[in-house]
């Protein structure tokens, strides 16, 4: 019970702040990425299958709409393989179990990860109408989404599913009070507990993502796949400026573990994706999840919990990372 307050006030606070984009500007990730069913997962996805979900504060009483920026697959936003032959599922899930369904939480899409009530759902192939365009799904009522105690509010998910085809799907998401344009949801957030994402081009960008880390957790272990070898991955924390991170090769996954410094409870972690200069490294897939000792996943929030963690010299200049 001690925890879940905790952790209900620090969502509070999180969520007293205003933007929905998925990926937002402090991550600095241009898109998500999903392919289709039948790609070769040395293009970079391990599954097929991203998840998100959407935090509506339980005071907000306005319908919300769920705005997905590119959603077909075709045009100059997405990876073709051959020719435009994918199709992609996005599905809309609240009611009971849609978050807290354990197959819900998991990396894989296997089991019941479809739990829930659907509230919408749409497949998208090559279509000039969606592409560089917004497709919206709703109005929804907050309520039709879970209400989860801890989140003190209510979670709406949403999944890419690539059913048909081997081309990558590039697309945004955007939590919305608007049906045709981008309206925020006053404390409203977003995460998920796989990151499946594009990388820039540009060698001198750098991504972020920001897992969570609460005060049950004593180590982490950071697993990426398929980053081609390109350049570094780092962490930066109140604690630590600098713990690198093996970076995996073409179709493979790689994981290190490192321990929790007691400053780094309750905070977020900034895991920091650096492409190296040359040979430049173009259009590069990245899958990434990080797990706590009891191999539990920890969510990355758009809007990192706290904020974007800063270094702390004071605290974390006698550190050595371990």
């Known amino acids: ?22 990926p937002a500007g402090d991550e600095n990730i241009p898109y998500l990425m999903t392919f289709g069913s039948k790609a070769e997962t040395s293009w970079g996805d391990d599954d097929f299958s991203q998840t998100f979900f959407f935090l509506i504060p339980e005071t907000f009483k306005e319908p919300v709409f769920i705005r997905v920026f590119d959603p077909d697959t075709g045009g100059d936003i997405d990876e073709i393989n051959g020719i435009w032959d994918t199709r992609t599922m996005f599905s809309v899930y609240g009611g009971k179990e849609c978050y807290s369904h354990k197959d819900a939480q998991e990396t894989d899409p296997k089991g019941n990860y479809k739990s829930g009530v659907l509230l919408a759902s749409k497949v998208f192939g090559e279509n000039p109408k969606y592409n560089n365009n917004w497709y919206t799904f709703g109005p929804f009522n907050p309520t039709e989404g879970e209400y989860v105690e801890k989140f003190g509010g209510y979670v709406i998910k ?41 990388m820039y081009d540009n060698p001198n960008e750098i991504s972020h993502i ?18 081609d070898f390109d350049g570094a991955i780092r962490t930066v924390s109140v604690a630590r400026n600098n713990q690198r991170s093996p970076i995996s090769g073409d179709d493979h996954w790689i994981s290190d573990e490192f321990k929790i410094f007691d400053e780094e409870k309750n905070t977020s972690l900034d895991i920091q994706f650096i492409k190296k200069k040359a040979p430049p490294v173009i259009n590069n897939n990245v899958v990434v999840n990080v797990r706590n000792q009891y191999n539990e996943l920890l969510p990355f929030y758009v809007i990192p919990i706290g904020g974007v963690p800063k270094y702390k010299y004071g605290i974390g200049a006698n550190r050595v990372n371990p």
């Open 210 to 227: 920001y897992p969570y880390v609460d005060d049950r957790t004593i180590t982490v272990k950071l697993s990426n796949f398929d980053w």
């Open 158 to 198: 949403v999944i890419a599913d690539g059913v048909a085809g081997n081309d990558g799907n590039l697309y945004r998401y955007f939590l919305s009070t608007g049906y045709s344009a981008n309206k925020p949801v006053e404390g409203g957030n977003a995460f998920a507990y796989e990151y499946s994402f594009r």
């Open 1 to 22: 019970m001690k925890y879940i307050c905790f952790l209900s006030i620090i969502m509070v606070i999180c969520l007293a702040s205003v933007g929905q984009p998925v």
